[in-house]
């Protein structure tokens, strides 16, 4: 009778400990993130192409987003834009219930030595990595080559530490005040 007890105890000891603080792997199931507004305009090179979207985090616990990698190709890079310099960006914080926006003229994904020229109408599937998060894949549509989105694509019902932001000044100051410290 007291080994059912026994392994049941164990077994609830083990459930507790693992709901505590992340997974096995080092990611943190406690941070809520998803990616909204994605898309990159129908390049006008064979070679390289840029990428927007939004990353949002829905929990009290801000992250960094690391990496992004695309079978389309061979590298891709986090670039920030400020006046007329593009620099590759390192890690980028996804603050507390707040967002990181990319956007064109300021951070972007930049798909290096495509394997192929895209085409509107496509998708293409990027993965993003995170330093607690489990990686987020995305479809990101393919859309014309002068495709702008709506000011209110850039303010989605989502919850943000900027609150709803309107037009596109009030997201490159929210990307700036969210990666000054990088």
């Known amino acids: 009778m007291r080994r059912p007890i026994a392994s049941a105890v164990v077994m609830a000891a083990g459930l507790a400990l693992s709901g505590c603080g992340g997974s096995a792997d080092g990611t943190n199931a406690d ?6 507004s994605a898309y990159i305009p129908q ?3 064979d070679a390289m192409a840029a990428g927007y979207l939004v990353v949002v985090n829905k929990s009290d ?3 960094d987003l690391v990496s992004a990698t695309s079978d389309i190709a061979e590298d891709v890079t986090i670039h920030q834009t400020s006046g007329q310099t593009m620099k590759r960006a390192g890690h980028l914080e996804i603050p507390a219930n707040g967002q990181l926006v990319f956007e064109s003229g300021g951070t972007h994904l930049m798909f290096e030595k495509l394997k192929r020229k895209l085409k509107e109408g496509e998708t293409v599937s990027v993965e993003l990595r995170f330093t607690k998060s489990d990686p987020i894949k995305v479809e990101m549509p393919v859309k014309s080559a002068t495709y702008q989105p709506t000011s209110s694509m850039s303010s989605s019902s989502s919850t943000s530490s900027s609150s709803s932001m309107s037009s596109a000044s009030s997201a490159s100051a929210a ?3 969210s990666v000054s410290h990088h």
């Open 31 to 36: 941070v809520d993130l998803s990616v909204r």
């Open 43 to 45: 390049p006008v090179t």
């Open 61 to 63: 616990s801000s992250d």
């Open 175 to 177: 990307l700036s005040s």
